[in-house]
């Protein structure tokens, strides 16, 4: 325009707009986004009337869920998910998370009840994730688990691993996992363990990705479909199986074990590289066999070196030590996210979904084949299994009987005299129900043939039909 003064814009200015940039990008950058909705479900910000909530929609600080007669599961950016069962309020009261010191989540149960899996905000600094209800003050110090206010306000609480804090005016408790927690609805009354456990409708199934442009795809275009994997943390189930114990290094010992408070690394293809269980370390600089997952489930075989922390390694007192498996030997796991309440009605069974290959402690012989099923009756935590192992022209069948402590499950069993068996094979199985609603299970196993003296290792994972 004529008679118009140029534009400039000068060094304060252009800062000053730089940060207006830089502050604007912050507020957009949403907290959660939702996963899936079943239901009449709503979201209303601080300022705001509620509104109808849909798949795929960005919550952020401030916005409260409402589920009405519906369900909705929300992913935060850290990892994070939690799933609202129906009749629940649910705030947003303060997220952050850019992989700082001063991330936070912080959040309110105002009614109803909600199961939780931290992410990194709540593995990273367990202070820094929170959940304020009514009646208290839950603290995670564990993967996850259910919160649950009872219709007169107080709050019920069970953990899936670690330890939890419940906390209210009058007192503080902390929660091993598996133990429910009651704050009662009168605040000058302490925080207590309790029998009852809280009530949780199962949640829906998950629904089938929708793709839209941005997504990733495939060469020709077409929408491509990621795998799900593990991510790194603390509070998985495991179970191992392999030949090592106290000296690894000469595979001469048998090792079994399984144990729900675990801490994983695992790669981006979702391959354990590393696992801490029942306080012994394993890191895997080898190769890895047999590899599945499912993104409940992942299940392998390390063959290569492994060093390893136990209790004694050849040695005095704690040490770190390595082994080196054969290519047909190795150490066989399955991990997943431990099932935080194991349902009480019905029963189940489960088909086979993969399993690592059976081999013998030396990797002297060429890898077998796994095959087996399982059930439980949920009234009774009974569970049962039939497994068979073939390997090196031999058929090992056996059947367990036993019950679930919580998530986890152990069972043995002894072959006779006869043509499978030399004579008194004695076999042991640890396993553990996994996913939010014990929709998998896995199991590591150790054969110990006493005619040739052989020990078999292996592992498995199912599915539930």
């Known amino acids: 325009m004529a008679g118009s003064a140029p534009f400039r814009l000068n060094r304060g200015g252009l800062m000053l707009a730089l940060i207006s940039a830089a502050y604007a990008g912050q507020a957009a950058a949403a907290a959660a986004r939702v996963d899936f909705i079943v239901g009449g479900v709503t979201v209303a910000n601080r300022n705001g009337p509620p509104r109808p909530l849909a798949k795929g929609v960005e919550l952020d600080s401030g916005d409260t869920v409402k589920t009405n007669d519906g369900r909705a599961q929300l992913r935060f950016t850290d990892g994070s998910y939690v799933s609202l069962q129906p009749n629940t309020d649910f705030a947003i009261s303060e997220y952050k998370y850019e992989g700082k010191d001063d991330d936070r989540g912080f959040f309110g149960l105002l009614r109803g009840a909600m199961r939780t899996v931290t992410g990194a905000v709540g593995r990273v600094n ?30 019920l609480v069970i953990g899936t691993s ?20 009651l704050a009662p609805k009168e605040p000058n ?63 001469n010992s048998a090792n079994l074990q399984s144990g729900s408070n675990a801490t994983a690394v695992f790669n981006p ?20 066999v047999d590899f ?14 492994m060093t390893t922390t136990l209790n004694t390694c050849g040695v005095a007192g704690p040490a770190t030590c390595s082994a080196t498996f054969a290519p047909d030997a190795g150490l066989h796991y399955v991990i997943g996210t431990p099932t935080p309440i194991m349902p009480t009605t019905g029963s189940a069974t489960y088909t086979l979904m993969g399993a ?5 402690a030396d990797g002297s012989v060429t890898p077998g084949t796994f095959t087996g099923s399982l059930g439980i009756n949920f009234v009774t935590q009974a569970v049962s299994g039939n497994f068979n192992v073939a390997i090196a022209s031999k058929n090992y069948g056996w059947s367990i009987n036993t019950t679930a402590s919580g998530s986890l499950f152990s069972g043995s069993a002894t072959i006779g005299c006869g043509p499978t068996c ?44």
């Not at 994730?129 to 009872?150: D, E, H, S």
């Open 162 to 181: 670690g330890i939890w804090s419940l906390t209210n005016p009058s007192g503080s408790i902390d929660i091993p996992a598996g133990i429910s927690g």
């Open 356 to 360: 690592t290959a059976p081999t013998v």
């Open 292 to 305: 599945g997952t499912d993104g409940i489930l992942a299940w392998g075989r390390w063959t290569g070196q």
């Open 422 to 465: 030399a004579c008194s094979c004695n076999i042991g199985v640890q396993g553990f129900f996994a996913g939010a609603t014990a929709e998998r299970a896995g199991i590591a196993y150790h054969i110990n043939d006493a005619g040739p003296n052989t020990d078999i290792f292996g592992a498995a994972a199912f599915k539930k039909n």
């Open 189 to 251: 009354q302490p925080p207590k363990e309790t029998n009852t456990q809280p009530q949780t409708t199962t949640p829906p199934p998950p629904v089938a990705p929708v793709y839209v442009q941005g997504d990733q795809v495939n060469p020709d275009g077409t929408a491509a479909i990621l795998p799900t994997v593990l991510v790194s943390g603390s509070g998985f189930a495991a179970s191992i199986a392999f030949a090592g114990g106290a000296s690894p290094g000469s595979l």
């Open 269 to 288: 293809a979702g391959q354990l590289t590393d696992l801490t269980l029942n306080g012994q370390k394993y890191t895997m600089n080898g190769t890895q």
């Open 126 to 155: 367990r202070n820094s994730y929170r959940i304020t209800t009514p009646t208290a003050t839950v603290g995670i110090r564990g993967t996850g688990g259910v919160i649950q206010v009872l219709n007169d306000g107080s709050t």
